[in-house]
């Protein structure tokens, strides 16, 4: 079969299409015929060698396609469209998924659009349900909210919690995305300062939660945004990890929670819990169009290049997708 | 009657033994003869100025005595022998505290003894128990174990949760003490790495929970100390509040949840929870003897400034406590 591997660490010309057998699938896996794969920022830092916790030679951590083996599951049966989160894999023919947690694709639903969902969403769940608890009518803000996992965070703080969604992004284009997908106040973070606008749109008490991609250029504003009690999840570093200083005393008088969390290297038992809880609660919102993956654009795994490039240019709107089925034309 | 102000926000010699009148206390208040008043960290930033949340001109936020008037309150009378938190005005022949937020105290203990527990107490028990979520044998990072609230914390998790107890403090004396009240592994931090020690008492795992009275001098082997998804509780900075470099990646790689606290600055519903939960569930060991205030000394009111003085030295193990009654001698 061909998958995409990576010669030597570095940029996006050291991936290549090469030729590799199909994966083993154990007792409690399913072995997938992927149709698309989706492209995220962990496969980019695997590539350069950064991630620091990929085992698999093949790039790619989601997938949707088809059910070809299902051994002992008895959940599923060859032939069943399943989408979730595998353990490296993903760019290529064939994947091999643990079986408790794949997740069924409504009919309604396409492949590609499918394989834009397990990353973004399951993030968005664990951070804004299981570590931010997101509660009824609060105040989130989610910062790059046209991102993958923001356009997802946004949909599901709105259908789930009917919160007050407040997004930052950086051009009116993402900002309108974001607005058609429920977000309630819009933030510029080139031409407004986000905290005052919090303030402004919270009534001067902050907000409840914080989702947190951005990490150090946003340390300070985030404090100021951040109501009593508030909790802050971080969970990217897109505006760096190093703080050249840093006063603890406002997370102690403002009695702040802040949660680190990542969901790639987190174990296969949790990826299954949350995957479970995550279908179990949202299909039918999915099944109902409520809630909708967001797909920026779709490259032919040949070009898997191009498509790295396009998410290190940061020009996308939701997720970038790899049609893994033309490899076999 | 006589009750201690501050002339102008300044050193000890600032403080004054004034005549003042009996304050008033409103419906839901309980007006106390009080016999004993604790010293707190708390009580030194307001005689200097530092605490920004003092509104009583009398010091002291927690005390010991006997009922005068109960108003409206169905649950004491007057007689009755009560400790618990008040606003400001503790270091005073009479004070006033909300009714809702006193404790009786049991036969078996002296005022000087219950003066010693309400802050202390109480700020440990929210930071193991409501903030921590410390589960039964977990282990348990205590830092500065022989302070007030060090060692309340030593023997709550220990009688309550059966913890494994460790602690830091900077002689042996303080570290002998500790292990009388339970510790289980103590720390020199003036001879050893703290942070090799908990990994070798932890089997490499790493502690479960830090209490942190330190802050910034400690962040660094805090982070190294604790286990992934481990929690991490900021209750003061007796080490510094400013960090002049700080990774993110570590909070995000290990999954840590830091919240940082205080007990002081708290609402009056939020006080009057905490002690009404504390005392349902600790008044039984504290009557069994198994859980026991620690009293350092004792000092005449007229001697408030030694009383300051011995704390601003660090030399204590655990609470300094001002006998107010002999006011009136």
Chains 1, 2 share one sequence.
């Not at 993030?123 to 931010?132: D, E, H, K, R, S």
Request: contains cysteine; proline residues 3%; hydrophobic residues 40%.
């Amino acid at each position: 079969m061909k998958g995409v591997t990576v010669l030597q660490s570095g940029g996006s010309n050291q991936m290549e299409l090469a030729d590799l057998s199909v994966p083993e699938s154990g007792q409690d896996d399913l072995l997938i015929k992927v149709h698309s794969a989706a492209v995220n920022r962990t496969d980019i830092m695997t590539r350069e060698g950064k991630a620091g916790y990929a085992v698999n030679p093949i790039l790619g951590v989601e997938v949707a396609g088809t059910v070809v083996e299902a051994a002992g599951s008895g959940s599923f049966s060859a032939g069943d469209r399943v989408m979730g989160l595998v353990n490296g894999g993903g760019y290529a023919e064939y994947a091999v998924m643990p079986a408790n947690r794949a997740m069924k694709i409504p009919d309604s639903i396409s492949s590609a659009e499918a394989a834009a969902i397990p990353e973004v969403f399951l993030t968005a769940y664990q951070t804004l349900f299981w570590i931010g608890k997101l509660q009824k009518q609060e105040a989130v803000l989610i910062h790059a909210g046209a991102s993958g996992v923001g356009t997802a965070a946004i949909q599901l703080a709105k259908q789930l919690s009917d919160a007050k969604v407040i997004v930052t992004a950086g051009s009116r284009r993402k900002l309108d995305f974001c607005r058609e997908l429920g977000a309630d106040i819009l933030i510029n973070y080139k031409e407004q300062s986000f905290d005052e606008e919090v303030l402004k749109a919270t009534d001067g008490r902050g907000t409840d939660l914080i989702l947190d991609f951005i990490g150090a250029d946003y340390w300070d504003k985030n404090l100021a945004s951040i109501k009593h009690e508030g909790r802050w999840v971080l969970i990217g570093v897109l505006g760096g990890s190093e703080l050249s200083k840093v006063n603890l005393m406002p997370i102690m008088s403002k009695y702040i929670q802040l949660t680190g969390t990542l969901l790639t290297p987190r174990s296969d038992s949790y990826k299954a819990e949350l995957s479970k809880d995550f279908a179990e609660v949202v299909t039918p919102y999915l099944e109902q169009g409520k809630i909708r993956p967001v797909v920026d654009s779709t490259f032919p795994v040949e070009k898997v290049h191009e498509a790295h490039q396009h998410m290190e240019d940061n020009q996308n709107i939701g997720k970038i997708i790899l049609n893994i089925a033309s490899a076999e034309a």
